[in-house]
């Protein structure tokens, strides 16, 4: 189980605050908004991974997180802490976990080609997926993304397996 701490999030809330204020003041292109959104769902993908290297990495980011936050806030305001309900986003099925692996596999290429602002972008999406998405009401909103994942793998089966004709 992911846990993330109230100051934690608001570290995290910041992050996407700061990314979403950039596109704004901008051109306010949806195109631009790409890198971070990517960014975003992978994070959010990684947190379903439970028991796996991507589900280990999203629980050392949200610890992590929690920590640099309570560190920040307590400097700041003299206060730390607080708990958060945490959440899960949903399962995936054997077939979605395929597909995130395929993801991640174009997510990396994607990202290698990306200029060095988009790279920051991403990252700060990524950040944002595996923290906030700890959080039960953040996971609420991204229940879409297994879903997603589950779906694609399920037709990705169906047309292996014949029973869509191609």
């Known amino acids: ?4 701490s109230l100051c934690g999030a608001a570290l995290s809330v910041a992050v996407l605050i700061v990314n979403f204020r950039s596109w704004w003041k901008g051109n306010r292109e949806l195109k631009a908004l790409i890198p971070f959104g990517g960014g975003l769902v992978t994070g959010t993908s990684w947190t379903m ?3 796996g290297i991507l589900g280990w990495f999203a ?5 992590m997180g929690s920590t640099a936050g ?3 806030v307590s400097r700041i ?3 730390s802490g607080g708990t958060l309900v945490s959440g899960s986003a949903g399962t995936l099925t054997t077939a979605g976990a395929g597909v995130v692996v395929v993801a991640l596999i174009l997510g990396v290429v994607v990202f290698k080609a990306f200029g060095k602002n988009d790279k920051k972008k991403a990252l700060g999406g990524l950040l944002v997926g595996m923290t906030l998405c700890a959080t039960a009401g953040a996971a609420q909103l991204m229940q879409w993304v297994p879903d997603l994942y589950n779906m694609v793998g399920q037709g990705i089966v169906d047309a292996l397996n014949g029973a869509v004709p191609l």
């Open 70 to 72: 309570d560190w920040a």
């Open 59 to 63: 629980q050392r980011t949200a610890a």
């Open 1 to 4: 189980m992911i846990v993330l």
């Open 49 to 51: 991974c439970v028991g």
């Open 77 to 79: 305001t003299g206060k």
